[in-house]
Antibody, heavy 121, light 113 residues
Framework: QVQLQESGPGLVKPSQTLSLTCTVS??????????WSWIRQHPGKGLEWIGY???????YYNPSLKSRLTISVDTSKNQFSLKLSSVTAADTAVYYC?????????????WGQGTLVTVSS | QSALTQPASVSGSPGQSITISCTGT?????????VSWYQQHPGKAPKLMIY???NRPSGVPDRFSGSKSGNTASLTISGLQADDEAHYYC?????????????FGGGTKLTVL
């Protein structure tokens, strides 16, 4: 059974870079059947798709975040990562990683447990 | 403002049925068979309940069903149980400009009375 786990700092200063890693266990990130996604949820709000990466390194980003966003993959560690630069308080959110089925779009399953990232000085 | 419109709240008594709507456009809900529904309990990650409009992942009770008509998708929960109380989010593949890939609804709080 595939499981995902986010890790990274819970507190980031304004203007700095938010960095998170998602570790995949129970399955290979190199499977061609999935995209590997980041999704966030602002406190008390709905879900916002951030972007995805394919095992080959191909990425697709939310246009509203694209200029600040980098998603990368390390197949040797079975991990993928998110970097969001120049953060502000508006980037405070719970960040989730999730697996999306390649042939069944927006079928996100499973999800990581989520990690709260607070942007504050 | 979310791209997909959901009612903010719905409620029902145990044993009853409720339906949550999710309205989009022909560029998302109406144009593709890629609509999913997620259940989220407080402090927990979302859980996939329905994918491709009406398919249930293994382990999801058949009390949960999905459908679509035009630009509106619906999630119906029959035989309401206390544990169904949660937030529910719809999502759809989209080809809207600027290209986004995925849009979510704003979420619906289900209260089991």
């Amino acid at each position: 059974q595939v499981q995902l786990q986010e890790s990274g700092p819970g507190l980031v200063k304004p203007s700095q870079t938010l960095s998170l890693t998602c570790t995949v266990s129970g399955g290979s990130i190199s499977s061609g059947a999935y995209y590997w996604s980041w999704i966030r949820q602002h406190p008390g709000k709905g879900l916002e798709w951030i972007g995805y990466i394919y095992y080959s390194g191909n990425t697709y980003y939310n246009p509203s975040l694209k200029s600040r966003l980098t998603i990368s993959v390390d197949t040797s560690k079975n991990q993928f990562s998110l970097k969001l630069s120049s953060v502000t308080a508006a980037d405070t959110a719970v960040y989730y990683c999730a697996r999306e089925h390649f042939y069944s779009r927006v079928r996100f399953d499973p999800w990581g447990q989520g990690t709260l990232v607070t942007v504050s000085s | 403002q979310s791209a997909l419109t959901q009612p903010a709240s719905v409620s029902g008594s145990p044993g009853q049925s409720i339906t949550i709507s999710c309205t989009g456009t022909s560029s998302d809900v109406g144009g593709y068979a890629f609509v999913s529904w997620y259940q989220q309990h407080p402090g927990k990650a979302p859980k996939l309940m329905i994918y491709e409009v009406s398919n249930r992942p293994s382990g999801v009770p058949d009390r949960f069903s999905g459908s679509k008509s035009g630009n509106t998708a619906s999630l119906t929960i029959s035989g309401l149980q206390a544990d169904d109380e949660a937030h529910y989010y719809c999502s759809s593949y989209t080809s809207s400009s600027p290209l986004l890939h995925v849009v979510f609804g704003g979420g619906t709080k289900l209260t089991v009375l």
